[in-house]
């Protein structure tokens, strides 16, 4: 019903910056909430931001809080994660997710996931 695709990742060393965005399509509503998270090797898929469906709210793990900014365009059904001051531990395959509803921190309670884009950081 709802296709997310990622897009925006590559190599990038310590301290510089990235923008992640995710298209959305298919059939797709403002009611939709908004999360990334990321998995790196070997590690559980962990919550980065998420942002609610009017974009009023943006909630963060403390991990990237004061780096990273979560944003979204709904006339373009895309959302967007700016990554600043970017360190070596943010190395990971990052998703973008939607629900219906608040954007919770559980991975489980997303219902759409793109496919991930990787981003490496470099020391």
């Known amino acids: 019903q709802v296709q997310l695709v990622e897009s925006g990742g590559g190599l990038e060393q310590a301290g510089g910056s990235l923008r992640l965005s995710c298209a959305a399509s298919?059939?797709?509503?403002?009611?939709?909430?908004m999360g990334w998270f990321r998995q790196a090797p070997g590690k559980e898929r962990e919550f980065v931001a998420g942002?609610?469906?009017?974009?009023?709210?943006?909630y963060y793990a403390d991990s990237v809080k004061g780096r990273f900014t979560i944003s979204r365009d709904n006339a373009r059904n895309t959302v967007y994660l700016q990554m600043n001051s970017l360190k070596p531990e943010d190395t990971a395959v990052y998703y973008c997710?939607?629900?219906?509803?608040?954007?919770?921190?559980?991975?489980?309670?997303?219902?759409?996931w793109g496919q991930g884009t990787q981003v490496t950081v470099s020391s």
């Open positions: 942002i609610t469906y009017l974009g009023g709210n943006t």
């Open positions: 298919g059939r797709t509503f403002y009611n939709y909430a």
């Open positions: 997710a939607s629900r219906l509803g608040f954007p919770t921190r559980t991975q489980y309670e997303y219902n759409y």
